[in-house]
């Protein structure tokens, strides 16, 4: 008998009940979400300015509010709906689109 139990089969159990303010670090699978360690903040910005790069641009207030709403009913993020874009664009040049 496996006697492993995640947070979330214990949470779940009608023996015992973790308070919610507990269950909002319980994740997908009822893995415990830990806040990252400073040296794990540290780690990971210095791979991201070793790695990663931000595109920018201008756009009107309306335009940004409307773009947002058209990301939201896509269920995505307007950072995921442009991040999406340039990938689509640099394949679509590079004749990799539709692989």
Do not use: H
Request: proline letters at 2%; hydrophobic letters at 30%.
């Amino acid at each position: 008998m496996n006697s492993r139990y995640t947070g979330a089969d214990i949470a779940q159990s009608q023996f015992y009940q973790l308070p919610k303010f507990l269950m909002q670090g319980v994740g997908k699978g009822g893995v415990i979400i830990m806040a990252p360690s400073e040296a794990q903040k540290k780690a990971s910005a210095k791979w991201d300015k070793e790695n990663m790069s931000t595109l920018g641009c201008k756009v009107k207030k309306e335009e940004a509010a409307a773009f947002k709403e058209y990301s939201q009913k896509r269920g995505k993020t307007s950072n995921t709906v442009l991040k999406e874009y340039v990938i689509q664009c640099i394949e679509s040049d590079n004749g990799k689109a539709g692989d």
